[in-house]
């Protein structure tokens, strides 16, 4: 029976990828983290309903090794602990030495663009080692591959991730956000975004389907792959779109803190923060989304827009990030997949696949 390990398996993200796994016949979804009686508790919950075989195993990312990984015997890992900005490859290479093809739900630019370094071991083992199998750049990028031929050149990839209030997003994920507050985004041109720092760049801005949000910048991956895979494209601007505009606006001003020195780790606000997002989860609604908006010519070099958005209702927006590592998962147990080596998450399903992958969601998806 082919074992799939979801480390960080009941957390916010890592919980709902083991979730779809359970419901593939035929396979074993291990629900491992640091704590063995959290980890047993929700494979106890999921093995009720879960057409694969459920179990439990206490792993800790922080000094995983490939022994431990060769006792359990997974074919695929997919590392759903985060925050990734603290992270180093540890996880990615005791999957290496234990021949077992790693995934993770990374949206960090550095850790995604820079597992790359781990190419020749992965290709050397036989293995595939992808970061990045989440809303961006998975996502972001399978949505420009789409649509990218309806341009003679794309020049300008704008994306906005608007989450609903009603999620919550655990404590590595608001750790994750609050540790790049003013920071700069980097890099040179206008797709690395200049002298914007991040959650700055303020602006309000109609959503389909999800109305009036404020928007500020973000720091992922895209910025640095999508000129890459797309040479000649201008401009990639990223943000993200609190749903309570109170919240947005919070963090827009502790970013000016950060970006002048007087808050020097605003990660350290993580719980009291988050304990004032649970206690205000009813303001707001369940609904949630994403959108992404390409500009350019065509190919007779007429101006061309193209907004592509995602709006999920009933609280299934968190599904969302945790989807392109299952639907990788999946292709690497079926054989599906053959490449190996070790790379961000981009090519490695197409919109169209990722829309039939969620249609039992409340989720729709489409162009405008």
């Not at 000094?63 to 925050?83: K, Q, W």
């Not at 797309?230 to 947005?248: I, Q, S, T």
């Not at 193209?306 to 999920?312: F, P």
């Amino acid at each position: 029976m082919q074992r799939v390990l979801v480390l960080g398996g009941y957390g916010a993200f890592g919980g709902l990828a083991a979730e779809r796994l359970a419901r593939v016949a035929g396979i074993e979804v291990i629900v491992a983290g640091r704590s063995g009686a959290r980890a047993e508790s929700f494979a106890a919950r999921l093995a009720g309903q879960a057409k694969a075989r459920i179990s439990a195993a206490r792993l800790d990312a922080r000094d995983i090794g490939a022994t431990a990984l060769r006792a359990i015997g997974p074919e695929v890992l997919i590392n759903a602990t985060g925050p990734f900005q603290e992270q180093d490859y540890r996880v990615a290479r005791a999957c290496i030495g234990a021949g077992v093809h790693y995934l993770d739900l990374a949206d960090a630019r550095t850790f995604v663009t820079g597992i790359a370094t781990l190419d020749a071991d992965a290709r050397q083992a036989r293995v595939l080692v992808v970061s990045g199998a989440s809303t961006v750049p998975a996502i972001s990028g399978a949505v420009v591959d789409a649509y990218a031929a309806q341009f003679g050149r794309p020049d300008t990839v704008d994306t906005t991730i608007a989450p609903a209030n009603s999620f919550d997003p655990g404590l590595a994920t608001t750790r994750s956000i609050l540790g790049t507050l003013g920071r700069p985004l980097g890099g040179a041109g206008k797709a690395a975004g200049g002298r914007i720092h991040v959650w700055q760049g303020l602006q309000r801005r109609e959503l389909p389907g999800l109305g009036g949000r404020w928007l500020s910048r973000c720091d992922v991956p895209d910025l640095e792959l999508l000129p890459v895979r797309y040479p000649g494209l201008d401009d990639v601007r990223v943000y993200a779109a609190l749903e309570v505009g109170a919240f947005h606006l919070g963090l827009w001003g502790l970013s000016w803190l950060a970006r002048a020195g007087l808050l020097r780790r605003p990660e350290r606000l993580a719980g009291p923060l988050l304990a004032v997002k649970r206690r205000l989860a009813f303001l707001g609604s369940d609904r949630g989304g994403m959108t992404v908006i390409l500009e350019g010519r065509d190919e007779d070099g007429r101006p061309r827009r193209l907004t592509w958005h995602l709006v999920a209702g009933s609280d299934h927006g968190p599904y969302i990030p945790a989807t392109p590592a299952v639907m990788v998962a999946r292709k690497l147990l079926s054989g599906e997949l053959a490449r190996r080596g070790a790379m961000p998450c981009l090519g490695l399903f197409t919109l169209d696949e990722l829309v039939e992958e969620i249609a039992d969601l409340d989720i729709s998806a489409g162009t405008a």
